[in-house]
Nanobody
């Protein structure tokens, strides 16, 4: 059974930092390109960052590039998202999934950037 469990969200002021984690199980994590997605109220879910299975390649959406780092630990079946210099427009529920977004979605973790 595929499971994706995200954690690490919270309320932070503009300019603050957060580190999100996603523990995966039930599929070949170490051979899967993983992505972080986010969905803000009233918006469609969008890809934030992706990382190939051996961490050789990462990609970021332009609005977060330079502020966000995706990395993974295949031994722990975990993918991370470090976010710095957070802006109000980063407020959303954050999810991890395979890059295709075809795995069952987890519950996500809420990030609120507000003073």
């Amino acid at each position: 059974q595929v499971q994706l469990v995200e954690s690490g969200g919270g309320l932070v002021p503009p300019g603050g930092s957060l580190a999100l984690s996603c523990v995966a199980s039930g599929f070949g994590f170490s051979s899967t390109t993983m992505s972080w997605f986010r969905q803000a109220p009233g918006n469609q879910r969008e890809s934030v960052a992706s990382i190939t299975n051996a961490s050789l390649t990462t990609n970021y959406r332009p609005s977060v590039k330079g502020r966000v780092t995706i990395y993974r630990d295949n031994a722990k079946n975990t993918v991370y998202l470090r976010m710095d210099s957070l802006k109000s427009e980063d407020t959303a529920v954050y999810y991890c999934n395979g890059a295709s977004g075809r795995l069952p979605w987890g519950q996500g973790t809420q990030v609120i950037v507000s003073s």
